[in-house]
């Protein structure tokens, strides 16, 4: 609808940037208030809206989604791990999409059964996700998401990501970029730590 006005008005496109932005954040903060007023937990809805997703219709079925991960036993300490990759990635120069971990610089068992994992469960949430997006598809998604959980506590266990070997480092770093979208592909979790 955005795309379909600017075309009628024909703004600059740094114009254009920056009212489809205005307006995305101005309709998200209006969803994310009526939908706290309709009784959804503030988190859940943090949740839903966290990774700006462009298809609002499909928030409701993401809260639901997000309501049964909630019940999963696994769901608070990815929550907590989510959060805590975040908060690393914010201290480091990682821009997502920039670095992709490389399989050879793997150092530690517990980092390469990290990386497999990831790898994985990447096709499998793809697969999920691309076949159908709806609260199935979402639900589906997140309970994969949580066979990572075991795997994400052995690494931050076991492996220290801020090696004084710059190029393990960054590879870490960039294995932590890939887990944090694969993550945040239905909602942000992060959202949900208490």
């Known amino acids: 609808m955005i795309d379909t006005a600017l075309d009628l008005f024909q703004p600059s ?18 969803l994310r208030n009526y939908l706290v007023d309709l009784g959804h937990p503030i ?24 309501k049964e991960f909630e019940a999963l036993p696994e769901a608070n ?13 914010k201290k ?15 150092k530690e068992p517990a980092e390469k059964a990290l990386f497999e994992t990831v790898l994985k469960l990447s096709l499998d949430i793809d697969k999920q996700l691309a076949q159908k997006q709806d609260r199935q598809s979402f639900t589906q998604a997140l309970i994969t998401l ?12 076991e492996v220290l ?30 959202m949900l730590s208490a």
């Not at 300490?77 to 990635?89: D, F, G, M, P, Y």
């Not at 990501?161 to 979790?189: F, P, W, Y």
């Open 146 to 157: 949580a066979k990572v959980r075991e795997p994400v506590d052995r690494f931050f266990d």
């Open 77 to 89: 300490s990815l929550s907590a791990a989510n959060k805590r990759i975040k908060n690393i990635l």
């Open 161 to 190: 990501v801020m090696s004084e070997d710059d190029k393990v480092r960054e590879n870490r770093i960039a294995m932590l970029g890939r887990l944090a979208r694969l993550m945040n592909r239905v909602a942000d979790i992060s």
């Open 92 to 106: 480091t120069d990682y821009r997502d999409g920039i670095l992709d971990p490389h399989p050879g610089i793997k």
């Open 43 to 66: 988190k859940r809805v943090d949740a839903a809206l966290g990774g700006d997703p462009w298809r609002l219709d499909l928030i409701i079925d993401r809260l639901d989604a997000i």
């Open 13 to 30: 496109p740094s114009n254009a940037f920056d009212i489809t932005t205005s307006l995305y954040s101005y309709w998200t903060d209006r």
